[in-house]
């Protein structure tokens, strides 16, 4: 079946997660399409091999056609590369420093871990981060269109008008890669859009009209579907296929 499109979740640099939700995908062609929603580094202990798999590897192994989306953590890396952003890098719940590792050398962070002195510089500016992959990074579109959905990274915005705005409408296009609002997951309406971004359980489960009753599973509204489970958090990696709506998880 041709025209399908596989959109994947939030990996955070866990790549053997990856490869078990790739594995789980019935087998592709050149009328496919895999769609990645962003957030590819930090927490995981593989930020630089999910990096380069995403750009190089995938593609290269692959006759389907490969997108890869900006995500919130892509964008603040290139923020702190560019003018430094110390509030995202220092807190060890966004994970930078497993990034760094990954590129450096070192163990997975444990739960609260602070940089060593030596690490201290290199994180705090992104210099550990090879040119080509900073060069791949600044040109990773901010949303995809196919017939089947509008993917992006965290959600839509209103137009000042009240309706809802396209992505292609914004000369700001910040909010499509860090907005949580719960007008969007609740009150959205228009065509589909397969986001990342907010942990599905963080969503109103009573309302997603797959699995309520597991509240790690993807998320389902009227008009929407969540597909950030947790991957590089103690979750796992979340794949739905359009127009059929299957879903595939990393997860035995």
């Keep these: 079946m041709a025209n399908r499109t596989f959109a994947i979740g939030d990996v955070h640099g866990e790549l053997q997660q990856l490869f078990a939700l790739l594995g ?21 202990p593989q930020s630089a091999q999910v990096l380069d798999y995403v750009r190089t590897g995938l593609p290269a192994q692959t006759p389907a056609k490969v997108v890869a989306l900006r995500g919130n953590h892509e964008d603040a890396w290139l923020k702190v590369v560019s003018n430094g952003w110390n509030a995202f890098v220092d807190p060890p719940g966004n994970g930078c420093l497993a990034t760094l590792r990954s590129y450096l050398g070192g163990p997975l962070p444990v739960e609260d871990e602070q940089p060593k002195r030596e690490e201290l510089q290199p994180l705090r500016t992104g210099s550990f ?6 060069d791949w990074l600044g040109e990773l579109p901010y949303f995809y269109e196919d017939e089947h959905a509008i ?21 700001d296009k910040t909010p499509l890669l860090w907005l949580r609002t719960e007008e969007f997951f609740l009150g959205y309406r228009g065509k589909r ?9 963080c969503l109103p489960q009573e309302l997603s009209q797959y ?10 509204g009227e008009n929407v579907i969540g597909i950030d489970t947790g991957c590089g958090s103690g979750g796992f990696l979340t794949a739905i296929e359009l127009p059929a709506l299957n879903v595939y998880e990393s997860r035995g």
Aim: proline residues 7%; charged residues 20%; negative net charge.
């Design 129 to 134: 981060f090879p040119m080509d992959v900073l």
């Design 151 to 171: 993917y992006v990274h965290a959600g839509l915005t209103k137009h000042e008008s009240g309706r809802w705005s396209h992505p292609s409408e914004l000369a």
């Design 211 to 220: 699995t309520p009753d597991d509240p790690t599973d993807l998320w389902a």
């Design 193 to 201: 859009v397969v986001f990342g971004h907010t942990t599905t359980e």
């Design 24 to 44: 789980s995908f019935p087998e592709l062609d050149a009328g496919d399409t895999i769609v990645f929603v962003g957030d590819y580094l930090d927490r995981g």
